[in-house]
């Protein structure tokens, strides 16, 4: 199954089955291999949080460490800053986001390193990675939420084998944009919406996991 240009997904990032995040996304392009999904500025969405019943530690990445860890979070309504585009390759590890400044002006790309995404009845799967890196216009890059990542490692969340994994991917997609390989030979930092395109919107039960439509959907047993 693939969606059309315009249509409402839900993105849904997931932890041990349960969900961790979620959001509202419009379809950019659907090709079965690879996904553009529109995350415009002003959208409302969910993010994990330290429930009201523990003791808030003092850094994101503690928080968030904490709650992979014990499997309890609560959910917190964020609304996202920054116009995005994401492009997330079938089988990837990571998504490549292209954002714009509030006038239009083209920010730079954002790897996001991710689970790969699997497909459901109501849009996509995913699971953040907590490492990022930002490759700004002009070639250069650095890393982004290290210390969310050392977290959790700390916390035995994450082993140092998905560690290498994720990072030995960054690495890869940053070659690809210095080799200005796809996506970055691309013309997505001029793309813009259509304008009868509305701000997404969360829809119904959006904290329940979405039936998976690929092979692995079978019934649990």
């Given at each position: ?10 993105l849904?990032?997931v ?11 419009l ?12 995350f ?38 964020l ?35 991710q ?12 699971m ?36 290498a994994?994720?990072?030995n991917e ?11 390989e ?40």
């Amino acid at each position: 199954m693939t969606w059309l240009p315009g249509e409402l997904v839900l993105l849904q990032e997931v932890w041990d089955d349960r969900v961790w995040a979620a959001r509202p996304m419009l379809v950019v392009r659907d090709e079965g291999d690879s996904v553009a999904l529109w995350f415009p500025a002003g959208t409302r969405w969910k993010a994990a949080t330290t429930p009201p019943t523990r003791p808030r530690e003092p850094t994101r990445g503690e928080r968030l460490a904490t709650c992979l860890a014990s499997g309890e979070w609560s959910f917190v309504d964020l609304t996202w800053p920054v116009s995005t585009l994401w492009l997330m390759p079938e089988g990837a590890w990571h998504a490549v986001w292209v954002s714009w400044r509030d006038g239009g002006e083209f920010w730079g790309w954002y790897v996001n390193l991710q689970k790969p995404f699997r497909r459901t009845e109501r849009g996509f799967e995913t699971m953040d990675l907590m490492l990022d890196a930002i490759v700004d216009p002009d070639g250069s890059w650095r890393w982004k939420d290290e210390d969310e990542l050392e977290a959790a490692v700390a916390r035995g969340v994450f082993d140092e084998q998905l560690t290498a994994r994720i990072r030995n991917e960054a690495l890869q997609v940053i070659r690809r944009a210095h080799a200005n390989e796809p996506p970055f030979d691309e013309p997505w930092p001029t793309w813009s919406p259509p304008r009868s395109w509305k701000t997404p919107e969360l829809p119904p039960a959006w904290d329940e996991r979405s039936p998976l439509t690929a092979p692995e959907a079978e019934p649990r047993r």
